[in-house]
């Protein structure tokens, strides 16, 4: 009996002691894979806004990086609007686009071959989403 509990102190400790070193480990590579950079967001992306006027309602952003930092078009049925300011920060994708004189900001998210995140106009916050295209 004394063996045996001994034995089993003896086993409890070392699984205690393995955990402590692996849990680490565990949590940096999830910390990794899950880091967010600027390659995660080029490509081409079909969106689709909400509470925005029709025309800005829908429409593709180009995302590239030729040799450089992040460049953004914004391209619509009718005109296109070059992002300024481009960042990504925390995993975030921040830009800004001038319609008609007025800056519009945008802060985008992407997971996989999504896209979602939110745009601030003067009148208001509106959210928007979307797809990479296959091309991309």
């Keep these: 009996m004394k063996h045996t509990t ?15 070193y692996a849990e680490p480990n565990k949590e940096l590579y999830i910390l990794i894979s899950d880091t967010i950079g600027e390659k995660d967001f080029v490509g ?19 995302i590239t990086n030729a040799e450089g930092p992040l460049n953004v078009e914004v391209a619509l049925v009718s005109v296109r609007f070059w992002g300024q300011e481009v960042k990504v920060e925390g995993g975030t994708l921040n830009f800004k686009i001038n319609v008609n004189g007025q800056d519009v900001a945008i802060k985008l998210v992407v997971k996989g071959n999504k896209i979602g995140g ?16 296959e091309e991309s």
């Design 44 to 62: 081409n992306w079909q969106y689709v806004a909400e509470n925005v006027p029709v025309e800005y309602s829908e429409g593709i952003i180009h």
């Design 6 to 20: 001994f034995m089993l102190v003896f086993l409890f400790g070392i699984s205690l002691s393995a955990n402590n």
């Design 118 to 133: 939110e745009g601030m106009t003067p009148e208001g916050f509106f959210a928007l989403s979307g797809t990479k295209r």
